[in-house]
């Protein structure tokens, strides 16, 4: 019996709740025809309202997600072969099987140079990198007329 009219109570209240409901939504509507500001404010509001439901949520991060996935695509898509995407993941782990400890060690090397070129305060000019790569161009040209491989 305790059961019954516990379920009584509970269907009386909820029944109260909606026409409370009812009777609030009847009124907003008639304020809202004869005040427009009014109507502005119930969308508002009632798009708020809807922005705080999960779903909806949960939807639109979605659609960020992938928007942003779509843009910045390139940062994870290295090629694409007959629609099939090569990733950006799978040329590093590639390129460091088969060149891995020869580019590290190339890396470690230009570190300590300019570790320490910073340290004894070197400092090159335009003009000094310049004259370098003419005389390696000069020396290329030379050594490859040796060879007899110039036309």
């Not at 909820?14 to 008639?30: F, G, L, M, P």
Request: glycine share 4%; charged share 20%; proline share 2%.
């Amino acid at each position: 019996m305790l059961c019954y009219n516990t379920k009584m109570a509970t269907r009386k209240a909820s029944e109260r709740k909606i026409k409370a409901t009812t009777a609030k939504k009847k009124v907003e509507k008639q304020a809202s025809i004869s005040n427009p500001s009014t109507l502005e404010k119930a969308s508002a509001s009632s798009l708020r309202c809807k922005l705080r439901q999960p779903r909806i949520l949960i939807g639109l991060i979605i659609i960020a997600l992938v928007v942003v996935g779509f843009l910045l695509k390139g940062l994870f898509v290295a090629a694409m072969v007959n629609g099939q995407p090569i990733f950006r993941f799978t040329v590093i782990n590639e390129l460091e099987k088969q060149g891995g400890s020869q580019a590290l060690s190339a890396l470690v090397n230009q570190t300590l140079i300019l570790q320490e070129a910073k340290k004894k305060n070197i400092q090159v000019t335009q003009e000094e990198i310049d004259n370098s790569v003419k005389q390696i161009e000069d020396s290329v040209v030379q050594n490859s007329f040796l060879l007899g491989l110039t036309n």
